[in-house]
């Protein structure tokens, strides 16, 4: 008899121990796919708000701008109410998740980045007098327009002088600097994209033409 319980003892045992082994696997599977699934949320909030701020806040600053804002979170509050009252198209729903993202991003306990410096040859290069592009040169102004009217024209306005969505291009010096042009039209700046891919180097020169000409 002895043997016997001494034998059911070690088997109770045996099953117990399996039992809790198992819960504790459960029971630790179960935390990950928790945590999982919080730092996906997390992700995807902070994905939501970056779209916000490159769609909102990039439409009219440059990024540098911001990331090197050290604010509080009460701050940041009032720099978006700010934005969105001077008209930024900021849906009701992303104005928290924005300010929250700014404020973790850029909080006011975290020093500014260090001022990059520039050379002497650079600050001259971005100084010296900007490259003429003569509008007529092999430019078909007609084409021009036709381009503009296709890909442009819902931005900027039909004679590219604003839109709801687009500044005035008129003016603006890349106009008047041919290799900066064409750098901004192919690889797109903010919310513009590139247009590499659609146009080549002479839709570039009949599509300049036709904005220096509305000068």
């Known amino acids: 008899m002895t043997g016997r319980s001494g034998s059911l003892s070690r088997w109770l045992g045996l099953v117990v121990g399996f039992s809790l082994v198992a819960l504790l ?3 630790s599977s179960r935390l990950s796919i ?5 730092d996906d949320e997390r992700e995807f909030r902070r994905v939501e708000a970056r779209r916000s701020f490159v769609e909102n806040c990039l439409m009219c600053h440059g990024e540098d701008m911001t990331s090197r804002q050290r604010l509080t979170a009460k701050q940041w509050t009032a720099e978006v109410e700010k934005m969105v009252n001077w008209g930024a198209p900021l849906p009701p729903d992303r104005k928290q998740p924005l300010i929250e993202h700014l404020a973790e991003t850029y909080p006011s306990t975290q020093p500014p980045p260090a001022v990059e410096r520039i050379s ?3 600050l001259l290069e971005l100084h010296s007098p900007p490259q003429v592009l003569d509008p007529l040169r092999s430019a078909n102004l007609a084409r021009g327009e036709a381009l503009f009217a296709i890909h442009c024209a819902t931005c900027h306005g039909p004679t590219a002088k604003g839109g709801e969505l687009g500044v005035n291009l008129v003016e603006k010096p890349p106009l008047l600097r ?31 033409a036709w904005l220096r000409r509305q000068r």
């Open 178 to 208: 041919e290799t900066e042009f064409r750098t901004l039209l192919r690889q797109g700046l903010r919310r513009m994209p590139g247009f590499a891919a659609v146009l080549d180097d002479q839709a570039q020169t009949d599509l300049l």
């Open 120 to 122: 002497a040859a650079r």
């Open 25 to 27: 696997s459960l029971w």
């Open 34 to 38: 928790a945590r999982d699934d919080q």
